[in-house]
């Protein structure tokens, strides 16, 4: 990849640390890397180290003898702007259009023909609280590109959303935003779980939180795609410029999808949807027999419950879409007995569906919220890829469906 010139901006967040293993592998990848330091984040990395690892004094004051105009001058230069790590603080402020400081008026300042990247890090209070929330879609609409925050254990021993974006997937991010749009796909992707009625107030639905989905549409979005994410309702949402469409039940999803992909064209689906295989054909009382989905059951009415199988819905993806050359992955999940004949299932629904990638993952493999063992495999038999996390499998899955690329390398 060509050398560019990249404004690098850390601010108050003991995720600092992290943000300079990035800045060191971007300057070692051969592109020049000004670093921009708010007052906070020199509390937690030392302006020396960001100038030993880039060569080039940190900026951190709008009023500094000397640079008082370096907020114009730096984003000229710059082919790139990202913060990283990126504090809750600074968030809200550049949704606020504020700039009394460097970061602010290098934000304002910002030809934003080019890419400006966001890298969020903090405690998940902090990310989930709706001021947050609502910046990063403000900040979103203004096209500012946000690099999806891992879940797992924060610096404040807090589980959940909010920790930086691992070192090797910001790069790949900046260096992403930094080629060419060509090759730019539309690409529709699927999550979270359906849920059948089975009276006005319940419903028959599976665990999927839709996390997996959503981070695969953030990436894909990431690296230039024009994505769709069509989610559960309740399901896990994007954190980048993803456009969002809703389903509930199995009903929803399937009209969804004859829509969108008949309407109009897309490259590729990634259906990660956990699509029910049931729903209530009948549900037996007592008193008679009622519809599903009318009224309210009586708490103590013992129902029997008789089930119909659903249509699989990656069945018929290819024959929908108005491109007849549509890539397809699909997902396979297994749990316990299954696992033995987890191969034979993924070659039967490649064969079945005709999906272009199965990802394979089985429930009791998964050691923790971060971990999610996957292997992609191929239909046109090139050897399969194994992905340990979340992020590695939305970054191979973005290799693999991103054209200019070489055909699947199992090598290391
Ligand atoms: C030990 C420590 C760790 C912190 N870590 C974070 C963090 O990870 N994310 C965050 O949003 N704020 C964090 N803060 C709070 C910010 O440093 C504080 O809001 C600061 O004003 C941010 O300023 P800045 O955005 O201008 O750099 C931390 C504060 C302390 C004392």
Redesign the pocket.
């Known amino acids: 990849m060509s050398r560019f010139n990249i404004a690098f901006v850390?601010?108050?967040?003991?995720?600092a640390y992290k943000a300079c293993d990035a800045v060191s592998r971007l300057v070692k990848l051969g592109h020049r890397v000004r670093p921009v330091a708010?007052?906070?984040?020199l509390?937690?990395v030392g302006a020396a180290t960001l100038e030993g690892l880039t060569g080039e004094r940190v900026l951190t004051e709008l009023f500094e003898a000397g640079g008082a105009l370096e907020h114009i001058h730096l984003g000229r230069w710059a082919d790139l702007v990202v913060i990283c790590?990126?504090?809750?603080?600074?968030?809200n402020?550049l949704s606020s259009g504020l700039a009394d400081?460097l970061?602010g008026a290098l934000f304002l300042a910002h030809d934003r023909r080019k890419p400006f990247l966001v890298a969020?890090?903090?405690?998940p209070a902090?990310w989930d609280h709706p001021a947050t929330q609502e910046s990063v879609a403000r900040l979103s609409g203004w096209g500012v590109r946000f690099i999806p925050v891992g879940q797992g254990r924060?610096?404040?021993g807090e589980i959940g959303d909010?920790r930086?974006a691992e070192p090797a997937d910001i790069v790949a991010a900046i260096e992403a935003a930094l080629s060419p749009a060509a090759g730019r796909l539309r690409i529709l992707v699927t999550s979270g779980g359906t849920s059948e009625p089975v009276d006005a107030v319940r419903v028959l639905s599976n665990t999927s939180t839709g996390s997996t989905g959503a981070l695969i549409a953030d990436r894909l979005a990431l690296e230039g795609h024009q994505t769709v994410l069509l989610r559960a309702e309740r399901s896990a949402r994007p954190s980048g410029a993803v456009q969002e469409e809703t389903f509930v039940s199995h009903g929803d999803l399937d009209r969804a999808l004859g829509r969108l992909l008949g309407g109009s064209r897309f490259d590729a689906v990634v259906h990660c949807a956990a699509v029910s295989d049931f729903a209530v054909e009948a549900i037996e009382v007592p008193a008679g027999t009622p519809t599903p989905g009318s009224g309210k059951l009586a708490s103590d009415c013992a129902p029997i419950l008789r089930l119909k199988p659903l249509p699989k819905l990656i069945d018929g993806l290819r024959a929908r879409s108005a491109n007849p050359a549509l890539k397809v992955v699909a997902f396979k999940l297994t749990s316990g007995g299954e696992r033995a004949g987890g191969a034979t299932s993924v070659r039967a629904l490649l064969e079945r569906s005709g999906a272009d990638m199965v990802v394979h993952n089985d429930l009791d493999e998964r050691a923790g919220p971060e971990s999610f063992p996957s292997t992609l495999h191929f239909r046109d038999g090139s050897p399969a890829i194994g992905c340990a996390t979340r992020s590695e499998l939305a970054a191979e899955l973005a290799r693999q469906l991103s054209p200019s690329d070489a055909p699947a390398d199992a090598s290391p």
């Open positions: 850390l601010t108050g967040s003991v995720a708010t007052s906070a984040a509390r937690f790590p990126a504090t809750a603080h600074t968030i402020r400081d970061v969020p890090a903090m405690n902090m924060t610096a404040c909010g930086l």
